[in-house]
């Protein structure tokens, strides 16, 4: 892939259930039917007492983000769409390239850390491919991603975009995906004089579901 988007919401417990079967019964697969989407994967924060979820899709490209086939999808939303998207809090997104990443497959456990600063990983591509070789190096860690956002293409107004309120984006990504929570939380430890990484700790996630597509780049 050279290409993704990330997303990030909040759901209260009353409509958890709804919304999950949402996700897994029409959303996802109406995503990745998309031109340009390779793949969906869901993830759930780790604490049991949260319940925010970290949605990230693989792309064919870049500019599958503000495509005509996506854009079509985001200004025609479900009816079933239409009812959660106004019940998703703390709803961040963004989308764009891969600017670097190793390892071989997906883990588990993942961190999904958004900076403001684009040059949080590094000044340019390389210095970004050497943290993430870095972070790999580590023990049952599984893979690495450097990502950066396409602010015009992600904050292109649409219907879907509407009927939620209070969006939010970032600059730059990183994605780190690990065995465990101890060997991700060990390999992120690492990385001391990275800017931009949260104060008050490092959220996780765990895999939830995932959808491959079929063959529609």
């Not at 793949?39 to 924060?45: D, I, L, N």
């Not at 001391?192 to 780049?217: F, K, Q, W």
Request: with cysteine.
């Amino acid at each position: 892939m050279s290409g993704f988007l990330a997303i990030w919401s909040d759901i209260d417990d009353r409509n958890e259930t709804d919304y999950l079967h949402w996700l897994t019964r029409e959303h996802l697969q109406e995503r990745v039917g998309t031109k340009g989407f390779l793949s969906g994967r869901v993830f759930r924060a780790l604490q049991p007492d949260v319940r925010r979820y970290f949605i990230l899709y693989e792309l064919a490209s870049p500019d599958v983000v503000g495509s005509e086939d996506y854009l079509t999808r985001l200004n025609n939303p479900t009816p079933w769409s239409q009812k959660i998207m106004p019940l998703l809090g703390n709803f961040a997104r963004g989308g764009g390239r891969v600017v670097a990443e190793a390892g071989p497959g997906w883990g588990g456990v993942v961190a999904a850390l958004p900076v403001p600063d684009a040059d949080a990983f590094g000044r340019d591509d390389a210095s970004a491919q050497r943290l993430i070789e870095k972070l790999t190096s580590h023990d049952r860690i599984v893979s690495a991603r450097v990502l950066e956002v396409n602010a015009p293409a992600t904050t292109i107004p649409t219907r879907e975009k509407s009927i939620r309120s209070g969006d939010t984006s970032f600059q730059s990504l990183l994605v780190v995906e690990g065995l465990d929570s101890t060997s991700v939380e060990g390999a992120l430890a690492s990385l001391v004089d990275l800017r931009g990484l949260p104060e008050n700790g490092i959220a996780l996630y765990t895999a939830v579901c995932a959808l491959h597509g079929m063959s529609n780049g």
